[in-house]
């Protein structure tokens, strides 16, 4: 039971006591479908014991008198008949009521939490996000939100049972207090069975849903990577790899299949024990007149009848580690005490604004600094390009600009107000970043690019002639209406970074900062549409400031700032830091001496 | 790209019968039904088990548990249960052991289907498995055979054993009383005529449920994905509305799927308390009229109970039937789109050690049902040559490298390896050889998530470690090596992305040297690197290239200005060919071309900083 005491790192009485204790939270949150599920289960529970009571009942007044007396008796027979049906249908409304209510409590459940979790995911600040996968955050608002109230499915008929449980012990003392004895010791014992049986597998399971990933892993990442591995003629080795982790499934799922054979067989057979014992003491039991073949008869259907349910109590059980992970894991974010508030203030005027950074710091470890003591100063309406190596802190500064994150020394200014002192409504009207990598929405592309914010047509043609991306769009089945993403149309990257741009420009930024936003580019696209930005900012258009690796783009620029390791190595014009810097030369010019290089060999 | 689809997967397949789908899927995975014969007659024995408790039932009630009047025979009585007991034990082994079975020989059978259809997919040609569909391509080695593997081993099982039990149960009815068997039966009729509407409906719901949690799972993506955008344009209520409007669709699909699944489930329990009152009704009148026994009519209720745990799993078992023969299907259509570009294997021809040259023998080429891509192109490339070839997207040349390397085959014509007299036909060549002979370099650096040295021996496996420092020394990659921290120890993460785009075309350049062969194809990267990185990977392409003979496909001024030779490609067709000096006056293709590249190198060493703003 190792692997599911890992599971919460704990032993298992207080997985099962946080368990209980996280029941208790959602049974709190849907007090009222919660009762009404659990009172359906107690009414299937009692005419489940009521279905065998109806059977003893008809055994002692319809089906022996008749034998008995050779003649039907009629009145007890009708009796008898409805009887069945009734409880019959009782059952049912039972069965409905508590497999739809508690689904529904179930359903709400989830749909709760996902609200909660992803509520959080938009107050929580950039610094946060960039610290944690994207794929552990995914599943904490899917996977582990289910998994915290799956339990919720089984708990209903769970606690139906208990009920039924008492009843039917109750109505075995009543027909006879020795036979119920057989009970006493079958209905424990298929309880604990259930138990054992639960925790033996939960590990094994476990381990094979762990495999499934491992397989998926591999056959994603060599389907991915088909061309090199055809191009290398790696096709028996990359077999050789995926028949390796696929047989350790197949292990894992063989263990799990070698558990169920040993218990299923018996959990099926133990009421049948039961019953055949319960015939063996009948026997005594009728000839010493101390009981009536009815009760005989009713107790042994009992066995049959029970004995399905009574596995509803394992299921509980075997969730409850699931629960507990699952809760942890989400409560890890929603107890998370990250803030990052926004001010109060305006960004008054219309037009470009300046952009200023007094001894700006930024580090992600702590002692390795990625931006230090960095003081830039941009014009309203000029262009700013920032070139250095990777890892200079180039796309540090753009989200510290345009606060995604906050520095840890020094202060960015807008205007000379510090952006943290603007409000942040205000700030994204006047300040626009198009990151590195591009994001679309599962939505038109008119969406995508007016963000349902009140801009009409023209207005959105007009910035897509700007970024080049007109006519593709032009092109697409429906134009503006097309749906893009999964189920939509799909674009190429280049054309992807451009419907990120007209995003960026379409709500006519006062500052537009460019985070390497058209690598992606063919680079006479990519040298159009920074020339038609470069006019707009001349005419009163945005403050620029551009991340590039293109001497091209550079070469738009005022201003060229150059960073290396995470400080400005040198500033001024393109034709200036050419002149007066070898490292500029080195950095900027390095391709194309690669080129000259090969021309002298 | 509907149209670079093979005919094969087009044309959906004729849609066959479940009962064909799953002949097949079993013939696919001979495991499975290994044995089968006693698989099933221990099965048969297992699920017997369940009808001793109505016997013994029955035997007791007419030895006298039922009358006392009559006297008991509790001899008898004990004889029978004693005898129940044995059989009980003896089915319960029967049934252990049948499981095992099952579970053993799916999951061997299954595991064999799911690596032969893991090697089909690589052994399908680039124009089968394109991009579009790799996706689904994972899905059929991995969801589609759990799918499968999960219903063979619960469902599935539940559905023979239940047919089973419910067998039995008929035979031990019909042997009590054929009258009060088909009293039963009939009153069941009705739940299994419906059983289809309800699979239906249930399969309409849970194919809602399943839309609405793909369109959940985006919608949740994007405050996590998009974050920098939600953020830097403040769009946080509009992302929340979404998300809210995604959970409760989802949220309403799902009530309305559990709504279907209970009634269904329930449904059962009802017929079940009809049958009970036939069976009483009519056995009590038949025991009167007809000398049908009490213990009978009894034993009559308990085996009714075996009917209705199947009826009530019935509809879930179909809606998983269904898509587990789905997921059958997909599997088989995958295993039975042809190999197109088939490997000779040992039997083919071999190419001759040393240089190698190329020749394409009047080579046209044609998606299926496509417009012609490639048409007539005639040319011979001498050995240790250096081509690059040029052209706007969509003129083909991609096409001609995909089948130099035999990535697809032409669809007339044919493409040659070889020099001097010795030429062979690369559709004779066995893959095997012609790997080791030439090399495909993509244009992005795909590395798998392992670590360097691991990443490096794709290109020669029995490399030491030793052999693997050298040839980064001989493309002159020494620094950067060096400056990795843990050296060929370092994990360069899932697609390689711990490097950066740069390093990783490093990586895939070193990788080719250690291939070592006579001919290279390579495929420039179109996306900007640092300049640094980019200056050590024009460094080390010059070493690697050096020798051998290299087909480039040309993004770049240079690589076409460099070369020994260009192949100007347009529309489809080899318009110039020539080296750069003679076609850059010609005034053809490649001269527009070339003027378009130098007006925007140009721009960066000619222009004034800032010209264009002030």
């Known amino acids: 039971m190792t692997a599911l005491d890992n599971l919460g790192g704990t032993d298992t009485t207080d997985l099962t006591r946080r368990g209980l204790r996280v029941l208790g939270v959602g049974i709190g949150r849907q007090k009222a479908l919660f009762s009404l599920s659990i009172a359906f289960s107690v009414l299937f529970g009692a005419t489940t014991v009521a279905d065998a009571w109806v059977l003893g009942w008809a055994t002692d007044h319809v089906i022996r008198p008749s034998f008995a007396d050779g003649d039907v008796a009629t009145g007890a027979l009708v009796a008898g008949a409805l009887l069945f049906v009734s409880v019959a249908l009782l059952r049912m409304i039972g069965v409905v009521g508590r497999r739809l209510v508690g689904g529904i409590v179930y359903y709400r459940l989830v749909a709760g939490d996902r609200r909660r979790v992803t509520r959080k995911y938009l107050q929580l600040p950039m610094s946060w996000h960039q610290s944690h996968p994207t794929g552990q955050l995914l599943s904490n608002a899917n996977a582990d939100v289910e998994a915290i109230w799956m339990v919720f499915m089984p708990l209903p008929m769970a606690i139906g049972v208990i009920a039924m449980l008492v009843v039917a012990v109750v109505t075995m003392l009543v027909a006879d207090p020795v036979l119920t004895l057989v009970g006493l010791v079958v209905f424990p014992l298929l309880f604990v069975l259930n138990v054992v049986y639960q925790r033996r597998q939960g590990p094994r399971m476990a381990q094979a849903q762990s495999l499934r990933g491992d397989v998926s892993a591999v056959a994603h990442e060599s389907f991915d990577g088909a061309l090199v591995v055809k191009s290398l003629g790696r096709e028996d080795e990359e077999t050789a790899r995926f028949a390796g982790v696929s047989e350790q499934l197949r292990d894992a799922n063989v263990a799990v299949g070698r558990v169920r054979a040993v218990f299923e067989p018996i959990l099926e057979a133990l009421p049948s024990i039961g019953v055949l014992l319960v015939v063996l003491l009948g026997i005594g039991r009728i000839e010493s007149g101390a009981t009536e073949p009815g009760d005989v008869v009713q107790i042994a259907y009992l066995f049959t009848i029970v004995a399905m349910p009574v596995r509803a109590i394992g299921w509980v059980l075997a969730e409850l580690p699931r629960t507990v992970v699952g809760w942890d894991r989400v409560r890890g974010v929603l107890d998370d005490p990250t803030r990052f508030p926004y001010g109060p203030a305006d960004l008054p005027g219309s037009g470009p604004v300046g952009l200023r950074t007094e001894k700006l710091g930024f580090a992600y470890e702590p002692g390795e600094p990625v931006l230090a003591d960095l003081d830039l100063e941009v014009q309203p309406g000029s262009v700013t390009a920032v070139v250095g190596s990777t890892g200079s802190g180039k796309s540090t500064l753009a989200s510290l600009v345009t606060r995604l994150v906050d520095a840890d020394e020094g202060r960015v200014l807008l205007d000379d107000r510090p952006v943290t002192e603007v409000e942040h409504g205000a700030l994204a009207a006047a300040v626009a970043l198009v990151p590195q990598a591009t994001f679309l929405f599962d939505d038109t592309v008119r969406s995508n690019i007016t963000l349902d914010a009140d801009l009409d047509d023209d207005t959105v043609w007009e910035v897509l002639r700007t970024v080049q991306a007109d006519r593709f769009v032009a092109a697409l089945p429906h134009g503006l209406d097309t749906q893009l993403g999964e189920r939509g149309t799909s674009l190429s990257g280049g054309q992807r970074q451009r419907l990120s741009l007209a995003r960026a420009l379409v709500r006519s930024p006062r500052l537009l900062v460019l985070d390497d936003a058209t690598s992606a580019l063919d680079p006479d696209v990519e040298q159009r549409i920074l020339r038609a930005l470069a006019e707009r900012s001349q005419s009163g258009g945005p403050t620029v400031l551009v991340v590039a690796y293109r001497k091209a783009t550079i070469a738009l620029a005022d201003q060229v700032v150059h960073l290396a390791h995470g400080r400005i190595a040198d500033r001024g014009t393109h034709a200036e830091l050419r002149e007066r810097s070898a490292a500029y030369r080195d950095l900027v010019d390095a391709y194309d001496q690669a080129r000259q290089e090969v021309d002298h060999e | ?614």
């Open chain 2, 1 to 614: 790209m509907s149209d670079t689809r093979t005919a094969a997967s087009t044309q959906p397949a004729r849609r066959e019968g479940s009962l064909r789908i799953i002949r097949r899927g079993l013939a696919l995975s001979p495991a499975i039904t290994q044995g089968w014969r006693h698989t099933v007659l221990l099965a048969l024995l297992g699920t017997a088990g369940s009808s001793l408790v109505p016997i013994v039932v029955q035997r007791s009630v007419d030895s006298g548990l039922g009358d006392t009047q009559g006297g008991v025979e509790s001899g008898r009585i004990v004889l029978v249960v004693t005898l129940a007991a044995v059989l009980l034990l003896i089915s319960g082994v029967a049934s252990w052991a049948a499981k095992v079975r099952i579970f053993t020989g799916t999951e061997r059978g299954l595991t064999q289907l799911r690596v032969r259809a893991f090697r089909h997919v690589h052994d399908l040609s680039m124009l089968t498995q394109n991009t579009q569909r790799r996706g689904s391509l994972v899905s059929r080695v991995t969801s589609d055979i759990d799918q499968i593997s999960l219903f063979l081993q619960s469902t599935g099982m539940i559905l023979v054993l239940s047919i089973g039990q419910m067998l039995v149960a008929v035979v031990v009815m019909a042997v009590l009383s054929w009258e009060l068997t088909l009293v039963v039966l009939a009153v069941f009729v009705p739940l299994v005529l419906s059983l289809k509407f309800f699979a239906e409906r249930m399969s309409v719901a849970y194919d809602r449920v399943r839309q609405t949690v793909a369109d959940l799972l985006t919608t949740i993506a994007e405050p996590v994905v998009g974050a920098s955008v939600v953020r830097s344009y403040a769009i946080e209520a509009r992302t929340q509305q979404r998300i809210d409007d995604a959970i409760q669709t989802n949220y309403r699909s799902n009530v309305k799927a559990q709504t279907i699944v209970s009634i269904t489930f329930a449904s059962a329990i009802l017929i079940g308390g009809l049958a009970n009152a036939a069976a009483l009704g009519v056995g009590v009148w038949l025991g009167v009229v007809g000398g049908l026994s009490m213990g009978t009519v009894i034993a009559f209720i308990f085996l009714i109970t075996l009917f209705v745990g199947p009826a009530q799993m019935a509809t879930q078992v179909i809606t998983e039937a269904q898509n587990a023969v789905a997921s059958w299907r997909r599997v088989i259509e995958l295993l039975e789109t042809p190999a197109d570009v088939v490997d000779p294997g040992p039997a083919g021809t071999s190419l001759p050690t040393g240089d190698l040259g190329a020749r394409f023998a009047h080579v046209r080429f044609a998606y299926p049902d496509g417009p012609t891509v490639l048409d007539d192109v005639d040319v011979t490339i001498a050995p240790r040559q250096r081509i690059a070839i040029v052209g706007e997207t969509g003129s083909g040349k991609t096409t001609f490298a995909k089948l130099l390397t035999r990535l697809m085959d032409p669809a007339q014509g044919t493409v040659s390896l070889g020099r001097d007299d010795e030429w062979a036909d690369i559709a004779q060549v066995s893959f095997a050889d012609l790997r080791r002979h030439v090399v495909m370099v993509p244009q992005e650096g795909f590395l798998f998530d392992s670590t360097l040295a691991e990443n490096l021996r794709y290109g020669r496996r029995s490399a030491t470690d030793a052999e693997l420092v050298a040839a980064i020394g001989d493309l002159g990659l020494s620094d950067w090596f060096e400056a990795l921290p843990r050296g060929l120890q370092t994990r360069v993460g899932q697609r390689g992305e711990s490097l950066s785009a740069g390093e990783r075309q490093l990586v895939a350049l070193v990788r080719s040297a250690l291939a070592d062969p006579a001919f290279l194809v390579l495929d420039e990267a179109t996306s900007a690197v640092d300049p640094q990185t980019e200056l050590r990977a024009t460094r080390a392409l010059e070493v690697l290239l050096d020798g051998r003979t290299s087909v480039t496909i040309a993004h770049r001024l240079s690589t076409a200005e460099n070369a020994d030779r260009v192949l100007v490609f347009d529309a489809g067709r080899l318009v110039e060919d020539g080296s750069h000096a003679d076609l850059v006056g010609a005034g053809g293709v490649y001269q527009r071309l070339h003027a378009s590249w130098v007006a925007q190198a140009s721009l960066g060493l000619d222009a004034p900083a800032g010209t264009l703003t002030s």
